[in-house]
């Protein structure tokens, strides 16, 4: 149990379009997921949390505008990179958790390239 | 504020030797921890968590970890190292009440050498 898909698990897009990422907790309703940036050889960043039918909660520093987070229902979170720039190329993951249980199940990641 | 500190970026050791990833972290009250592995282009895999209770924790794979309030430690271990166990490992903490914004160390990227 407690499985977290992504999709794409890569995408490759011109520099200023959009590129949209979901995120799914497949067996358990997530009513909190998170999402997290990770450049190469370095952590996770975290940059926003998103409970299910409320506003996202973005970090210090990462722009609202530019990260459009949607967190529709408790099984689906989706992260939308708009105009997206090479520097945006990173490796991006989401995780989800559920009421009363103290752990953040991971997805497995979406690798973003911008050419 | 809650924070995580990895004693060394990179540990190399040979297959069976004892694994020992260090972990020290900063909360203001008791914290939750964890430990995670991260193969290669992959989301994160957890290995073990400290929630309350025993302060011995054991784990997948064969790992374990000792929480020390005393030292604010939280180190991963394992007696013999294996070459699947080369990865990137993260050590995280949060506070009680939830698993709400883990904090992650630097990370440790772990070689097995035959």
């Known amino acids: 149990g407690a499985v977290v898909s992504q999709h794409p698990s890569r995408v490759i897009c011109k520099s200023g379009t959009s590129v949209k990422i979901e995120c799914r907790s497949l067996?358990?309703?997530?009513?909190?997921m998170f999402w997290y940036r990770q450049f190469p050889k370095q952590s996770l960043m975290l940059m926003a949390t998103?409970?299910?039918?409320?506003?996202?909660?973005?970090e210090q520093g990462v722009e609202k505008d530019k990260f459009l987070i949607n967190h529709a229902s408790l099984t689906l979170s989706t992260l939308t990179v708009t105009s997206a720039h090479p520097e945006d190329s990173s490796f991006y993951i989401c995780?989800?958790?559920?009421?009363?249980?103290?752990?953040?199940?991971f997805g497995p990641g979406t690798r973003l390239t911008v050419l | 504020a809650q924070s995580v500190t990895q004693l060394g970026s990179h540990v190399s050791v040979s297959e069976g030797a004892l694994v020992l990833l260090r972990c020290n972290y900063s909360?203001?009250?008791?914290?939750?921890l964890f430990w995670y592995v991260q193969y290669p282009n992959q989301g994160l895999q957890l290995l073990l968590k400290?929630?309350?209770?025993?302060?011995l924790v054991k784990g997948i794979n064969g790992f374990e970890a000792e929480f020390k309030k005393s030292e604010t430690s939280f180190h991963l271990t394992k007696p013999s190292a294996h070459m699947s166990d080369a990865a990137e490992y993260f050590c995280?903490?949060?506070?009680?009440?939830?698993?709400?914004?883990?904090?992650f160390g630097q990370g440790t990227r772990l070689t097995i050498n035959p």
């Open positions: 995780s989800a958790s559920r009421t009363s249980v103290n752990e953040q199940f």
């Open positions: 067996d358990f309703q997530a009513t909190t």
């Open positions: 998103s409970n299910e039918g409320s506003k996202a909660t973005y």
């Open positions: 909360s203001s009250v008791p914290p939750y």
């Open positions: 400290y929630t309350t209770g025993a302060t």
């Open positions: 995280a903490v949060t506070i009680i009440q939830g698993a709400q914004k883990l904090v």
